[in-house]
């Protein structure tokens, strides 16, 4: 477990060492971050052959410390942290040295991502939270102009308002327990008797939870946060690759927490639904490049979403390697936009052409990234997707589950137009190539090795039906036939979703979508559990 602490103060200890002394060496930066990765594999490797492990700092008896828990997909996701760190500091590499105060900040955030994974009590949670939430502000204003200084804004005072209702649930919890441990949280809510108590203290922390992932109707904070101007592309891949995890992991816990007295799965599965069609949509509007990928970012949280919340272990697993794989081609999306917008000076997709004869390393990545997030066959999205729709067992719902990726492959029709055109070949750095290079044959390896990805990383015997997998590929060429065809003769020019693209929610709208989950989540739970006494 020291390894455990090794690996989240080292990061802080790390960059703070960087900042204050000047280390401006490239290289001592690299070393430190793959040093960090080296450490985070053998405690992955430690936890796989081994088992969980629970662990109390200073050495207080359980319950009465800051606790830290450590399983398989907690070490999983430390590890693929650590890894995407590496790419992202050698994708900056020309400007290591340049902007120290934007190390400390990264090797901050991975030390903050690295202890929330691990956290097990509410209140350090809590407080984890906010102080990330701090931390993604600053990088958000970064380049201190006046769009950058409102999207920060707006994601300070929206994640307070957010994380307001979680903090009422832990103390509501406390108030029901006088404990904060989610050990012992678990054995005493089983024993409890379900009441309006414990629905409202549910529905608190799940809105804060919900609200983190970015779930309908809360989303629209998520593509001024992640698609902001002012945001550094490594920033926005760091948000939609990384961050977003936080809340996929704290979801699969409290659903398990109070899993013995609230059943909500399908609530979730009508939310989850209804966040991949939204966001899907309002991507396929968008002209800022950025925006795009962002509102994807929502529409494929839906998608893990409705795995989470299926009865059965196939569906778990496919929505688990859904979110490393998001994690994936994300961040080859956002790092491969970044440079395009810094070389076309816009992040207007009507005026980027060309990328294939332009910078066609970069253009052949970005399509094994499109391939990856629509879930072509031998990609790694398409492992999820095929896993998720399997494990239902539903026709309906499987057809649901195409209609959804449908709409993705529409999008994500737009979006590939930036791929053809005329144009010279234009320099790209070498450590650019490198990096987006490596996260574009992950998306290949990620579908072609996906038994032996899903062996290592969770110890599960994936199994492919050939003939089951090949019908899935048959639709999905088809999908890709008939939604290239549907964007070119009818949506291109639809004056409807360009009105569409034109609506902005306002703060004060924000805010009460979040009280509109609340009340959702509270009405909807009590609906699906006739049993509870709210007396």
């Known amino acids: 477990m020291n390894l455990l602490l090794f690996i989240i103060f080292g990061s802080i200890l790390l960059g703070i060492l960087v900042y204050i002394f000047s280390i401006r060496s490239k290289w001592v930066i690299c070393l430190g971050q793959f040093t960090l990765f080296l450490v985070a594999l053998y405690q992955f490797i430690e936890i796989r052959t081994t088992d969980s ?125 006088g404990i904060y441990d989610l050990t012992q949280l678990s054995s005493l809510i089983t024993q409890s008797k379900p009441d309006g108590n414990l629905l409202i203290t549910y529905a608190l922390l799940m809105t804060g939870i919900s609200f983190k992932v970015g779930v309908m109707p809360v989303f629209s904070w998520l593509p001024k946060a992640h698609g902001s101007y002012g945001a550094p592309s490594v920033v926005s891949a760091i948000l939609s690759g990384l961050y977003i995890n936080i809340g996929f992991l704290y979801f699969i816990k409290f659903q398990r927490l109070f899993a013995a007295v609230l059943d909500t799965s399908f609530l979730f599965l009508i939310i989850g639904f209804a966040t991949a069609l939204t966001a899907g949509i309002l991507a396929l509007v968008q002209n800022d490049i950025k925006r795009m990928l962002a509102y994807s970012t929502a529409s494929q949280v839906g998608f893990i979403l409705m795995g989470l919340n ?40 009507d005026k980027i052409h060309g990328v294939l004869k332009k910078m066609p390393i970069i253009g052949i990545s970005i399509i094994a990234g499109i391939l990856g997030i629509t879930g072509a066959p031998f990609f790694n999205g398409s492992i999820g997707k095929y896993l998720i729709s399997k494990a239902s067992g539903s026709f309906v719902f499987e057809w649901l589950l195409y209609a959804l990726a449908f709409v993705t492959i529409v999008y994500l029709a737009r979006f590939s137009l930036i791929l053809f055109g005329s144009g010279k070949a234009q320099p790209i750095y070498f450590h650019q190539k490198l990096v987006i290079t490596i996260l574009g044959l992950l998306c290949l390896l990620g579908g072609l090795y996906a038994p032996i990805w899903m062996k290592l990383l969770f110890g599960y015997e994936l199994s492919i039906e050939v003939a089951s997998y090949s019908v899935k590929s048959i639709i999905y060429l088809v999908s890709v036939l008939l939604g290239f065809i549907l964007y070119f003769t009818k949506i291109r020019y639809s004056i409807l979703l360009k009105r569409i693209r034109e609506i902005d929610i306002p703060f004060n709208l924000i805010v009460l979508t979040i009280v509109i989950l609340f009340i959702m989540l509270l009405v909807g739970s009590f609906i699906l559990n006739p049993l509870i006494s709210i007396a």
């Open 53 to 177: 492990r629970l662990f109390t700092i200073g050495g207080w008896t359980e319950g009465k410390g800051i606790s830290l828990y450590i399983d398989t997909l907690a070490s999983a996701m430390i590890l693929l942290a650590t890894f995407l760190f590496i790419l992202f500091f050698v994708y900056e590499w020309k400007k290591l040295v340049d902007q120290l105060l934007f190390v400390l900040l990264l090797f901050l955030i991975q030390g903050l991502l690295c202890a929330l994974f691990v956290s097990h009590d509410l209140f350090n949670i809590f407080v984890l939270m906010e102080v990330s939430t701090v931390l993604v502000t600053l990088l958000i204003v970064f380049k201190k102009n006046p769009v950058a200084y409102y999207d920060g804004l707006i994601y300070l005072l929206i994640n307070i308002v957010g994380m307001s209702f979680f903090l009422l649930g832990v103390g509501y919890i406390y108030k029901l327990y």
């Open 310 to 349: 299926l009865p059965y272990e196939e569906a778990f697993y496919g929505s688990i390697y859904h979110i490393f794989s998001h994690s994936i081609f994300k961040a080859l999306l956002f790092l491969s936009c970044g440079t395009l917008v810094e070389h076309f000076g816009t992040r207007n997709m």
